[in-house]
């Protein structure tokens, strides 16, 4: 949270890439200092500078993109998700066969660091995009509808903490109801990952071609419908799957379409884009926590039933938007 406020403060006045390759290149030497780190304060410290530069990079990504497509950012937003959601991915590949090949988990580390490089050197050469409030001195003159954006950093909390939830409880959530063994329950949140990443790359020529609106009614109904599903049937296991996959590719594209939809009610500066995330970072937190605090006194159904009451929250703030982002500026289709 804090390198995502930080961050959206230094986009706002320096120069984006530069800014972006700072924020990579710390994380990448904390992911290098990482294994070799004997001391646990050390090591709280150095993940917590690894922290400071992901949120910088993920308010940038969010930022930048915005500022180069403006409002025909829909499907390029989608695409560059879809890589979120292929880190992801492949991280947990990258740590399984390090440990194949060397016996220990460090050079994942270390595989994950120098990757960082070439990004960075990549970004230094290339030319910052400008500020919207730069490109468009009319933009700039607009004042912050402050209420707006603290509705949508609201509906990224929801959001973000559904989604963090379904990822790390359904493993636990599965072996508890026995619906699944130790093996299936692995393969179930890889299930999970893999219709996020198909969602978002269908997302990206769905974007180009329905509005934010439409798209995310259709992501919500999917995801309601898909969660209702799951508590609907308990004890039946093919509920438990289909309703996996179905909530993952629901999901998959809420996150870009908010932004998308947001940039063409608001000029959206590295500050307000930092709001989003800090708002996505508490949901992150918040709700996962919660349901360890019900899952031992209320049993595990209480995961699905705390994720449904989250995303019909969700749905109705979904309304509230609607009707109070009103039309979009500039006239813009939406």
Request: neutral net charge; glycine residues 12%.
């Amino acid at each position: 949270m804090l390198g995502s406020l930080l961050g959206g403060r230094l986009y706002d006045l320096l120069r984006g890439h530069p800014v972006m390759a700072g924020s990579l290149a710390l994380m990448g030497l904390g992911m290098f200092m990482v294994p070799t780190t004997p001391i646990l304060w050390l090591l709280a410290l150095l993940l917590f500078l690894v922290g400071l530069g992901e949120g910088a990079v993920d308010v940038g990504g969010n930022t930048l993109i915005v500022w180069i497509h403006r409002s025909r950012v829909g499907p390029y937003m989608n695409g560059l998700h879809f890589f979120f959601g292929l880190g992801a991915f492949i991280s947990p590949l990258v740590v399984a066969w390090a440990i194949v090949w060397s016996g220990e988990i460090r050079w994942a580390y270390w595989l994950l660091a120098a990757g960082v490089i070439p990004i960075v050197i990549g970004l230094l050469r290339l030319a910052s995009p400008q500020p919207i409030a730069v490109q468009d001195r009319h933009a700039a003159r607009q004042p912050l509808n402050w209420g707006l954006a603290g509705l949508s950093a609201f509906f990224m909390l929801l959001y973000v903490g559904a989604e963090v939830s379904v990822a790390g409880w359904l493993y636990t959530y599965a072996i508890e109801l026995e619906l699944a063994d130790v093996t299936s329950a692995a393969y179930l949140t890889s299930v999970f990952w893999g219709a996020l990443m198909i969602g978002r790359l269908l997302s990206i020529p769905i974007a180009a071609r329905f509005r934010p609106r439409s798209i995310l009614m259709v992501d919500l109904i999917g995801c309601l419908a898909s969660i209702g599903l799951i508590l609907a049937l308990p004890s039946q296991g093919w509920a438990l799957w289909v309703g996996t996959f179905g909530v993952g590719l629901a999901m998959a594209s809420i996150f870009p379409t908010v932004i998308t939809w947001g940039e063409r009610r608001m000029t959206l500066s590295g500050h307000v884009t930092s709001l989003f995330l800090v708002g996505a970072s508490l949901g992150a937190m918040f709700l996962p926590w919660l349901i360890g605090q019900l899952f031992v006194s209320l049993g595990p159904s209480s995961t699905m039933i705390v994720i449904l009451a989250d995303l019909v929250l969700a749905t109705i703030l979904f309304g509230v938007l609607m009707v109070y982002g009103g039309a979009p500026r500039d006239g813009a289709e939406d």
